[in-house]
């Protein structure tokens, strides 16, 4: 497998986009609503699977389109194409804030399982593919479920994280431990499980869940600070109840701080 070999550029801080450059034929694949802007000489295609296999036949792409919906995602990917003699440029953003991971497969062996949906681009050759758990209880509580998303090839893929992004370097036997949804993904090597935090007041009401992942190295470990769902459940609690008022960012005027400030919404 030869991917494409593409150059890159990543913008901006909190809400992060990638720009690649592409010479004449050369193809990037992403996700479907990733996409941000293009030159004009870019043409646009929606492809079956990841379009690792195109010239396979239609049971192989069956397949990787099927693999595809067991992580969440269509089974359709968009391929963006330089059909020009010059280069060109097509730029795809992140669908919310945090930060943007290229990965050189290269350097990781081929091979670097992510949570499921955070793969953004990549260039084409690459597999987007599924990484079955082997254990019961990772697949059962490891908030991640059986399934997660494998990248295989040897050229570049991007994936998206939420929040700040730490990188951990782990020695062999060296164990991480972290929350199930912090986990952005990990080198093949790493050993993923999930430990029960255990005593009682801690399960009952330590807010921490019941579960946290465990990562032994050695390897390459990817965390970040914001889980979507995290942002999603923080998001919910705060909007307005049906036939009710919204919360107040700590006002005790309640309404009435909202007349004040200029928020007049009736």
Do not use: W
Request: with cysteine; charged share 20%.
């Amino acid at each position: 497998m030869t991917a494409h070999e593409i150059d890159y550029e990543i913008f901006g801080e909190e809400m992060q986009y990638v720009e690649i450059e592409l010479d004449p034929q050369e193809i990037v694949i992403a996700e479907a609503g990733s996409f941000m802007m293009m030159d004009n000489n870019i043409q646009m295609q929606t492809i079956f699977g990841d379009g690792s296999r195109q010239q396979s036949g239609i049971f192989d792409k069956l397949l990787s389109a099927g693999k595809r919906v067991l992580t969440g995602e269509s089974m359709f990917m968009t391929a963006f194409i330089n059909q020009h003699h010059g280069k060109g440029k097509v730029s795809f953003a992140s669908p919310y804030p945090g930060k943007i991971l290229p990965i050189d497969l290269t350097e990781f062996q081929g091979k670097f399982i992510c949570q499921k949906s955070s793969f953004l681009c990549a260039a084409k050759g690459v597999s987007v593919g599924i990484e079955f758990s082997k254990k019961i209880g990772r697949g059962l509580f490891g908030g991640e479920g059986f399934i997660m998303q494998k990248i295989e090839g040897d050229g570049m893929a991007f994936v998206h994280s939420g929040g700040t992004m730490a990188k951990k370097e782990l020695k062999a036997g060296e164990i991480l431990k972290v929350d199930t949804g912090c986990i952005i993904g990990f080198t093949k090597d790493v050993d993923y499980d999930i430990e029960f935090i255990g005593g009682i007041k801690n399960s009952i009401f330590g807010g921490e869940g019941l579960f946290y992942a465990t990562l032994r190295g050695p390897g390459t470990v990817y965390i970040q600070s914001l889980p979507f769902s995290r942002l999603a459940d923080r998001i919910i609690a705060s909007a307005p109840k049906a036939g009710g008022e919204s919360r107040g960012e700590g006002s005790i005027l309640g309404g009435l701080g909202n007349l004040l400030d200029g928020d007049n919404r009736f």
